[in-house]
């Protein structure tokens, strides 16, 4: 399930501080079950990303444990990355597992311009699109709209 929006100016701004197109998008991804724990999962997505020559690290991965709204236990990654000499790239991924071990993986990004700070995992943008990541459930329970109610009010005020 992609979600991608490229700033409209409307809801998003069309471009980044720097004036350069702002593209932001999310995507669901089931996978099959597997052994391995959500951290692990996280580590192997993360030296993956080193694979691409066109990539390079702008900074550390994070990984961190996070307990989602339903109570499931799941592990965030967040990296920020320079694509191709040009483009600041900021991508979150979500991995959780089901009560049938499947892996279930929403990942996030933000992409901007190389000097932009939008990109960047201190920035406003990054909390607003890091509630929508973590509002993933994956029992029957609704999610907890408290996040990201408080995301889109601190985007609105301009926190």
């Known amino acids: 399930m992609p979600l991608f929006r490229q700033g ?92 049938t071990g499947r892996i279930w993986i929403v990942s996030g990004f933000i992409v901007g311009g190389k000097e932009s700070k939008w990109p960047k995992p201190n920035s406003m943008l990054c909390a607003w699109l890091r509630a929508h990541v973590v509002s993933l459930t994956l029992t029957s329970k609704e999610v907890d709209p408290k996040g990201l109610e408080a995301a889109y009010k601190a985007r609105d005020a301009g926190a």
């Open 8 to 99: 409209d100016g409307i809801d998003l701004p069309m471009v980044d501080e720097t004036g350069d197109a702002l593209q932001i998008g999310i995507s669901v991804e089931r996978f099959p079950a597997a052994k391995e724990s959500t951290e692990t999962i996280a580590k192997e997505l993360a030296k993956g990303s080193t694979k691409d020559p066109r990539l390079q690290m702008a900074g550390t991965e994070a990984v961190e444990s996070v307990t989602l709204s339903d109570q499931t236990e799941a592990t965030l990654l967040t990296m920020e990355l320079i694509k191709s000499g040009s483009r600041r790239s900021l991508y979150m991924k979500l991995i959780g597992k089901d009560a």
